[in-house]
């Protein structure tokens, strides 16, 4: 019987091949064989074979198979991209990455191919909404093993121990930079579980809590990260930040609506939102209605990722024959003097002959914001302007409109839920447009040239 069951092992163990005669039969053999072999021979024949549990548990799996199996392997371990785009089908949300990441830290507890998976994530998450969300980017270093990539001494630390999952940490950190993130007491402990304390990852996040609250409030003009998505709302926050003057006023003159024409065609009237400050509006009651005023855009400007465009009302810059030296006022601002008259001492390293480029743009009277930046839309501004700029009667007006948008429409579409941006220019020819009691001269300026620089 000791002979049965040792044969039995061996052809568990592998190594006798398999063979279709069943058991009854191998023991009648054994029966009817001499017995003149000693106990001691057996033992010392068996002493090679020392096999554990699980490698008698193992099953048996053809040569040919496994041959095929490693082969799949090596054309492509895990598709990582197609892991998100399979669990998120129907909408791409922070529960849906969530999940993505569960399911990868649940099918292996080994984590093989975190690494290739923390990229594919990194690369996803603008798609997903969560690129500023610091809970996602601590469950992302959640993926790494723990106490694995610790050096246990300092030579390992020295010589960069785990150089490639330390790179990928120090890639989820610099994400984090790009868009603003500050990590908190959680991401530390991560750290220091995952990579130790004196490691590349580590001294990452050092330099992050030490810059970031120094820079955080350096802006003296922050955007907030949620844009209005009204246009209106939108038009009017730009314009308030273009404005350098506090007291400048900004005015909706027409909300964008849906009208009905007589012959009852439905149309889409524009928004226009302008802005105009008291100091413009002097002067602009002191211009010389001689000399034209120009209506010149758009011109844009970038919100985050948002365009927006602006239209400016400016004249050229006055000659000098016709300038005049207003008389300083001291008594104009009590705070700070608006002028400084100091009768200093020269050194002899001192230059007194300085270059410096003075260049007048001239005057800007005014700006607007519109969706459809068309003539007959920047002529009715003009038109409502003449209300608090009765002048705006007597001066001629031209236009000298770019075509700015067409160039940058490619890029405004990338955001286009938080975007807007005029239209080109149409054919006004069959429009019939409310006159005015006051209209203004207005000429078309047909060469367009190119929109001089303005400081914002």
């Known amino acids: 019987?000791?002979?049965?069951?040792?044969?039995?092992?061996?052809?568990?163990?592998?190594?006798?091949?398999?063979?279709?005669?069943?058991?009854?039969?191998?023991?009648?053999?054994?029966?009817?064989?001499?017995?003149?072999?000693?106990?001691?021979?057996?033992?010392?024949?068996?002493?090679?074979?020392?096999?554990?549990?699980?490698?008698?548990?193992?099953?048996?799996?053809?040569?040919?198979?496994?041959?095929?199996?490693?082969?799949?392997?090596?054309?492509?371990?895990?598709?990582h991209d197609d892991l998100f785009e399979r669990v998120a089908k129907e909408?791409?949300?922070?529960?849906?990455?969530?999940?993505?990441?569960?399911?990868?830290?649940?099918?292996?507890?080994?984590?093989?191919?975190?690494?290739?998976?923390?990229?594919?994530?990194?690369?996803?998450m603008p798609e997903f909404g969560v690129e500023r969300d610091l809970v996602v980017y601590n469950k992302l270093l959640d993926v790494f093993p723990?106490?694995?990539?610790?050096?246990r001494n300092f030579i390992q630390r020295m010589f960069n121990h785990y150089p490639r999952q330390q790179e990928c940490g120090v890639q989820i950190l610099e994400q984090m930079e790009n868009y603003g993130i500050m990590p908190n007491v959680e991401t530390k402990v991560l750290l220091v579980q995952i990579f130790g304390e004196k490691t590349h990852p580590m001294r990452?996040?050092?330099?992050?809590?030490?810059?970031?609250?120094r820079f955080k409030h350096v802006n003296p003009f922050p955007i907030p990260h949620q844009l209005p998505e009204d246009p209106v709302d939108l038009a009017r926050f730009s314009l308030t930040r273009i404005a350098s003057d506090l007291d400048a006023k900004v005015t909706v003159y027409q909300i964008p609506c849906t009208d009905i024409t007589e012959?009852?065609?439905?149309?889409?009237?524009?928004?226009?939102?302008?802005?105009?400050?008291?100091?413009?509006?002097?002067?602009?009651?002191?211009?010389?209605?001689?000399?034209?005023?120009?209506?010149?855009?758009?011109?844009?400007?970038?919100?985050?990722?948002?365009?927006?465009y602006y239209y400016?009302?400016?004249?050229?810059?006055?000659?000098?024959?016709?300038?005049?030296?207003?008389?300083?006022?001291?008594?104009?601002?009590?705070d700070y003097p608006l002028q400084l008259n100091l009768d200093l001492d020269r050194d002899l390293g001192d230059e007194e002959n300085f270059d410096v480029e003075d260049l007048d743009e001239g005057p800007v009277f005014a700006m607007c914001m519109t969706n459809q930046g068309d003539q007959a839309t920047l002529n009715q501004w003009i038109s409502n302007l003449q209300q608090a700029n009765p002048i705006l009667g007597h001066i001629p007006t031209l236009f000298r409109l770019d075509a700015g948008p067409r160039e940058l429409q490619g890029v405004a579409d990338i955001d286009a839920g938080h975007g807007y941006r005029p239209h080109p220019e149409t054919d006004t020819k069959g429009r019939e447009e409310?006159?005015?009691?006051?209209?203004?001269?207005?000429?078309?300026?047909?060469?367009?040239?190119?929109s001089r620089g303005m400081k914002q």
């Not at 922070?94 to 093989?112: E, L, Q, S």
């Not at 889409?268 to 120009?294: C, M, W, Y």
């Open 263 to 308: 012959m009852g065609e439905e149309i889409t009237l524009p928004h226009i939102v302008g802005i105009q400050s008291p100091d413009q509006i002097e002067l602009l009651a002191k211009h010389n209605p001689t000399r034209p005023v120009f209506v010149e855009g758009p011109f844009p400007l970038w919100l985050r990722k948002t365009c927006v």
């Open 146 to 151: 723990k106490e694995v990539f610790v050096p």
């Open 204 to 213: 990452k996040y050092q330099r992050l809590m030490y810059w970031f609250p």
């Open 91 to 124: 909408a791409k949300t922070k529960a849906t990455f969530n999940k993505v990441i569960d399911v990868f830290t649940k099918r292996d507890i080994r984590r093989r191919g975190h690494v290739e998976f923390i990229y594919a994530a990194l690369k996803k």
């Open 434 to 450: 409310p006159q005015p009691e006051q209209e203004p001269d207005i000429i078309i300026e047909e060469e367009p040239r190119q």
């Open 1 to 79: 019987m000791k002979c049965i069951r040792c044969l039995l092992r061996l052809r568990g163990l592998g190594v006798l091949p398999p063979s279709a005669r069943p058991v009854h039969q191998y023991a009648a053999l054994l029966r009817s064989a001499p017995t003149s072999i000693p106990t001691p021979v057996l033992s010392k024949v068996l002493r090679h074979f020392h096999g554990s549990p699980a490698c008698a548990k193992r099953q048996l799996v053809p040569t040919d198979f496994e041959e095929q199996s490693d082969g799949k392997k090596d054309k492509s371990v895990i598709a």
């Open 312 to 334: 400016i009302l400016r004249a050229d810059p006055l000659p000098p024959e016709e300038k005049m030296e207003v008389p300083y006022d001291p008594e104009r601002c009590f």
